[in-house]
């Protein structure tokens, strides 16, 4: 009896709790295109000796602002990138360095919370979502001592040279933060840092492969530029 109670004063209240929303309702849509740079490395176990590898990472963006809520504008975005990761390895005794480049096309989806000024002038943001990337082509450059195409002085293991991506669908998290500049005519210019973890290995991973993990984990900085397809139609909108 007392279910059936508390079940009926909480449908009675659901008009209530709609109608006292502070929300301030949005509905932009807008397209764009980024660019920058992808800072990564390969975390193996067992670990191996290596330098970050800087590639470029250009691609489109889709963003949908729903609502102000409070201070915070609140959106969702989408992109489409083309990314060069991999690793280097430059050992310190060594006498060789290897350099695996590997071509991705990721797409990440995010929440976006921003604060400041939306139409014209500054905004500060933070970014938060999934991503999912699909292996499109590899390759692999070698300098100094090589014998058996091995090197001649390694430190650490050789499984992963010349061994290919044999999982070519990747998946993680990413999270970043960034700075907008708009204009009510000319768009939105976007200045931004993300960090992301691959929850996902290159390399099968069972117990009899060399690796019980090969995952990337990236730095990406990039700029990017919007411009509106559709804007809510409210002149209080700064």
């Known amino acids: 009896m007392s279910y059936r109670i508390a079940h009926i004063l909480l449908l009675m209240a659901l008009p209530l709790m709609a109608s006292a929303q502070v929300g301030q309702y949005r509905s932009d849509l807008a397209i764009g295109v980024n660019g920058g740079i992808n800072i990564n490395k390969v975390t193996f176990s067992p670990?191996?000796?290596?330098?970050?590898?800087?590639?470029?990472?250009?691609?489109?963006?889709?963003?949908?602002?729903?609502?102000?809520?409070?201070?915070?504008?609140?959106?969702?975005?989408?992109?489409?990138?083309?990314?060069?990761?991999?690793?280097?390895?430059?050992?310190?005794?060594?006498?060789?360095?290897?350099?695996r480049t590997i071509n991705y096309v990721h797409i990440p989806f995010m929440a976006r919370m921003g604060f400041g000024r939306e139409r014209k002038g500054f905004m500060g943001y933070i970014i938060l979502g999934p991503e999912i990337g699909f292996c499109i082509g590899e390759s692999n450059s070698r300098t100094g001592e090589w014998t058996a195409d091995l090197p001649t002085n390694p430190e650490g293991p050789t499984a992963q040279y010349d061994k290919a991506?044999?999982?070519t669908f990747e998946y993680?998290?990413?999270?970043?933060?960034?700075?907008?500049?708009s204009h009510p005519r000319i768009g939105h210019f976007a200045l931004e840092g993300r960090y992301v973890f691959g929850l996902s290995d290159i390399f099968n991973n069972g117990k009899k492969d060399p690796f019980g993990r090969s995952a990337h984990s990236s730095i990406v900085v990039k700029m990017s530029y919007f411009w509106d397809i559709k804007k809510t139609k409210d002149k209080n909108i700064r």
């Open 47 to 99: 670990r191996v000796q290596q330098s970050m590898l800087i590639g470029p990472e250009i691609g489109v963006s889709l963003r949908y602002t729903c609502e102000k809520y409070f201070a915070t504008v609140c959106a969702l975005q989408a992109e489409i990138n083309y990314a060069q990761q991999g690793w280097k390895e430059m050992p310190e005794n060594g006498t060789y360095t290897y350099t």
């Open 172 to 181: 993680g998290i990413l999270g970043g933060a960034g700075v907008e500049f």
């Open 165 to 167: 991506v044999e999982k």
